[in-house]
């Protein structure tokens, strides 16, 4: 086997590491010895791998480089799994964090790298602590950021998608705008989320540029049309509950409620190019996931019904296909005769 640096593992080391893997050893620190992989301090685990981790790995990380290895209490199909750390602190030479950084290729190979579940390098306590160790899984699992340009298309397609096109649809001609939202708007939209309220009804502050909350409340399906305005635009968010085929669902409802010629243009311009990106940014700080979207002219045409059905599409059953019926049968079987009268009151064959 090919070294990059020219170190291999202790005859000492590979027998540890054969007898690690029946789960008798918590934790292995492993250290660079006169061109050597040697074992260092090894431990029994104790407890649970949580319990046990700040207690083995915290002691370990000295002035000293080292590697270790950290049996959790998962497996996968080779065995249990392990954490490989390489700890090279800011006090270490160079040379010996790019030593470190050169053989670690060579100790996982040289331990069996299927077990290796993650790997961790740090060069501060903090980093290699178990708080550390869940914030690098939880930034590995984050998706990365977005540019500005990235933002903007992933916004486009939202609108798209939500666009409901029909022969009376009218492009808009004003660009997607977003608008912030203010921190009531979204205490109001956390508890939402949380089911401490039902209803959210928002507006645009057009002057300030603003999504700002109006209400905030806990109110029946019933009353629900009295809540949307009459003479101007409105957002709303409703927590419908519901029973559907003897389940009992709460389906959250986002109603853009644009009351006909009572609005201006520049008002119905307005909600309906921020409505895409007020949807996203929802979506993305809140996590409010949404079940359906509906357009209303008047309140009055929120029914339980109509929500119902919005939520539940009647399934139509299709017509079943006419069959024509079979022909006469030809009991003698043969070619079909034509005959005629014949002038003399006989039959003339054809």
Not at 102 to 131: I, M, N, P, Q, W
Request: charged share 25%; net charge negative; aromatic share 6%.
């Amino acid at each position: 086997m090919s070294h990059q640096t020219g170190i291999s593992a202790s005859r000492e080391l590979l027998d540890l590491f054969s007898k690690s893997k029946g789960g008798s050893v918590r934790l292995i620190q492993v250290l660079i010895t006169d061109e050597l992989l040697v074992p260092g301090i090894q431990a029994p685990p104790q407890g649970s791998w949580e319990d046990d981790y700040d207690i083995m790995v915290l002691p370990l990380l000295s002035r000293q480089p080292c590697y270790l290895l950290y049996r959790l209490d998962s497996r996968n199909n080779q065995g249990l799994q392990w954490i490989l750390i390489a700890w090279t602190p800011e006090s270490c030479t160079i040379r010996q964090k790019m030593l470190y950084a050169a053989t670690r290729a060579t100790l996982k190979t040289e331990f069996g790298g299927g077990h290796v579940l993650e790997e961790l390098s740090a060069s501060e306590k903090e980093d290699a602590s178990l708080r550390g160790y869940k914030q690098h899984l939880a930034s590995a699992a984050a998706p990365a950021p977005l540019s500005v340009a990235e933002l903007e298309l992933q916004r486009m397609k939202i609108d798209e998608i939500n666009t409901e096109v029909t022969m009376d649809t009218k492009r808009p001609t004003l660009q997607g705008v977003a608008f912030p939202i203010e921190d009531q708007a979204l205490e109001a939209m956390r508890s939402l989320k949380n089911g401490k309220i039902q209803y959210i009804q928002l507006r645009l502050d057009i002057d300030r540029e603003l999504v700002m909350l109006v209400c905030a409340r806990q109110i029946e399906v019933g009353n629900l049309p009295e809540q949307v305005p009459t003479d101007s635009p409105s957002w709303n968010f409703f927590l419908y509950k519901h029973s559907h085929q003897g389940q009992t669902e709460e389906s959250l409802v986002f109603i853009y409620s644009m009351p006909g010629s009572k609005c201006s243009i520049k008002e119905r311009m307005l909600y309906s190019s921020c409505k895409g990106a007020f949807i996203c940014d929802v979506e993305q700080q809140v996590g409010l996931q949404i079940a359906r979207k509906v357009e209303v002219d008047s309140g009055t045409e929120l029914t339980p019904e109509f929500l119902y059905s919005e939520l539940h599409p009647a399934q139509h059953t299709p017509r079943p296909t006419f069959n024509k019926p079979p022909g006469p049968s030809r009991s003698h079987g043969g070619q079909r005769r034509l005959v005629r009268p014949a002038p003399d009151g006989g039959q003339t064959q054809v």
